[in-house]
């Protein structure tokens, strides 16, 4: 019975060609658009999550203390060299800390040849690269040994790296910074960019201790910005940032009326915050395409309000040779679900094509999910049941004898 129903159905859509393809088409901007909007949302989400995957997992920041100039302007955090190496190997040793990396950081000129690349140097630990996920590309990471020994060694990112080498492999190479030299022991892979959007592989990495004696130099020997801390898990966290906070007061001998001179942040609490914002703009995106879809859902209850006008003596005809109101009922109602999933179908196929398009010329990350697409079709067919139902329940309810009548 539902195929021999069906088969009408269809021939009815087909009857009307023309006003069946304009009804669809509300449905078919409708879906396109909301499909493109979750793909761009999903995109920007699917983006933020890979970059603070390369930032490293489970993070803690603790910044050095801030000051007041004689004019009374207050700097931020960071300006008052207040932690030193020191500090980080003691905050090394506390429960629940998986890796920690002083950094010390400024902008160096580095020569190779003829060439030469201004860009950011680092100092940092090497227990660094696996606190914040980087891999080599080439060559090797530098040790604890050159740490302590502050060694001429440095590792580059891939932007730096292509700057100065070009296509060539840039380990073992002799690179100079400040007219000494430097050995590149590795190069590391690509990460793209950060959160705040920084190229990540416009850097070089040196040993801590190199940064400070040979190349920023400082007035108080040892000291660093900030320092960063890895938890051995997000549980962790909390009970953490108290630990390395009460720690730090205690090797900074601060009184319990003195402020501290540091600042603890959780960088993870920072990173959820823009996996939400992002989750917020997928859904929003999603939600504004769909009012198009309440729109094509109007088209098709208008346009099944007029089909069941015109076919009013077919129904009485329908009821006076034994058709129940249901069957009339559920043969309006698969039409106006019909009109509303063939849409669908036309409407997903259009948002590929447009986010396929888009993406190639605008270059954003688009990522089309089948999750997107199937809730798509569920959301058409609800709408088709949702918008097709008065018209159905209209037509099940006409009289025989008065739809016969009809003229």
């Not at 040993?207 to 320092?227: C, E, M, N, S, Y």
């Not at 006008?309 to 106006?336: N, P, V």
């Not at 199937?374 to 009289?399: E, H, T």
């Amino acid at each position: 019975m539902i195929v021999a129903m069906l088969i009408e159905v269809w021939q009815a859509l087909l009857a009307n060609r023309l006003r069946t393809l304009l009804t669809m088409l509300g449905m078919v901007i409708g879906v396109g658009a909301v499909v493109l909007m979750m793909a761009i949302g999903e995109g920007t989400q699917d983006s933020i999550n890979r970059m603070i995957s390369s930032m490293g997992s489970n993070l803690l920041m603790v910044l050095s203390g801030s000051t007041t100039s004689g004019g009374g302007v207050r700097m931020g955090f960071g300006a008052l060299p207040t932690l030193t190496n020191n500090d980080a190997d003691a905050i090394s040793e506390l429960p629940g800390v998986a890796g920690v990396s002083p950094f010390a950081n400024g902008v160096v000129q580095i020569v190779y040849g003829s060439n030469n690349w201004a860009t950011i140097t680092y100092g940092v630990s090497a227990s660094f690269f696996n606190i914040q996920n980087w891999t080599l590309k080439s060559g090797m990471f530098f040790s604890n040994a050159d740490v302590r020994s502050a060694s001429r060694v440095a590792l580059i990112g891939q932007t730096a790296a292509k700057n100065l080498f070009g296509d060539e492999d840039p380990t073992g190479k002799i690179v100079r910074i400040q007219r000494n030299p430097y050995l590149i022991v590795g190069a590391l892979a690509p990460k793209g960019q950060s959160l705040d959007g920084r190229d990540q592989d416009d850097a070089l990495f040196v040993p801590v201790t190199t940064a400070q004696r040979k190349l920023f130099g400082t007035r108080f020997q040892g000291t660093v910005r900030l320092i960063i801390v890895q938890a051995e898990s997000v549980g962790v966290l909390d009970d953490l940032i108290e630990s390395i906070t009460l720690l730090l007061r205690e090797r900074h001998h601060l009184a319990k009326n003195i402020e501290n001179d540091f600042n603890v942040q959780n960088l993870t609490a920072l990173a959820n915050t823009a996996v939400q914002t992002a989750r917020i703009l997928s859904l929003t995106l999603g939600a504004i395409a769909s009012i198009s879809l309440i729109v094509g859902g109007i088209g098709i209850m208008n346009i099944m309000l007029v089909s069941v006008t015109e076919r009013t003596r077919e129904i009485g005809i329908r009821a006076a040779l034994g058709a129940r109101r249901r069957d009339i009922l559920l043969q309006f109602l698969l039409e106006a679900v019909l009109l509303s999933l063939f849409g669908c179908l036309i409407g997903v196929l259009f948002g590929v094509i447009c986010a396929i398009v888009i993406n190639a010329i605008f270059n954003l990350n688009i990522v089309l999910s089948l999750r997107s697409i199937l809730g798509a079709f569920i959301i058409a067919g609800g709408i088709g049941v949702f918008f097709g139902y008065y018209p159905a329940r209209k037509a099940a309810r006409l009289k025989p004898i008065e739809a016969l009548r009809y003229q």
